[in-house]
Nanobody
């Protein structure tokens, strides 16, 4: 079993910055990717940013140029630096990892419990 522990988040004003961090623990054979998703009230969960084991990143168009994802495969951690935050960034942010628990098993997704980010004046 894999557990994801998130930290960071909170309340900030428009134009402010926040940093989210996530650490994975458990018996993991290998990571395929880690990332962040978010869900605003009344909306579906959406991708924010992901990073693969080889360091390839992918961002939602709405956060490009403002958010930066980084990961440390050796420590099983991933962070999301969020700058120039907007009210529309308000959501619950979820950490995700796609991992193999053993060499023969198919990759599996795990999710954190979520952390609230609120951007408001």
């Amino acid at each position: 079993q894999v557990q994801l522990v998130e930290s960071g988040g909170g309340l900030t004003q428009p134009g402010g910055s926040l940093r989210l961090s996530c650490a994975a623990s458990g018996t993991i054979f290998s990571f395929n990717a880690m990332g962040w998703y978010r869900q605003a009230p009344g909306k579906q969960r959406e991708l924010v940013a992901t990073i693969t084991r080889s360091g390839i990143t992918n961002y939602a168009d709405s956060v490009k140029g403002r958010f930066t994802i980084s990961g440390d495969p050796a420590k099983n951690t991933v962070s999301l630096q969020m700058n120039s935050l907007k009210p529309e960034d308000t959501a619950v942010y979820y950490c995700n990892c796609n991992v193999r628990l053993t060499p023969r098993r198919s990759p599996v997704d795990y999710w954190g419990q979520g952390t609230q980010v609120t951007v408001s004046a």
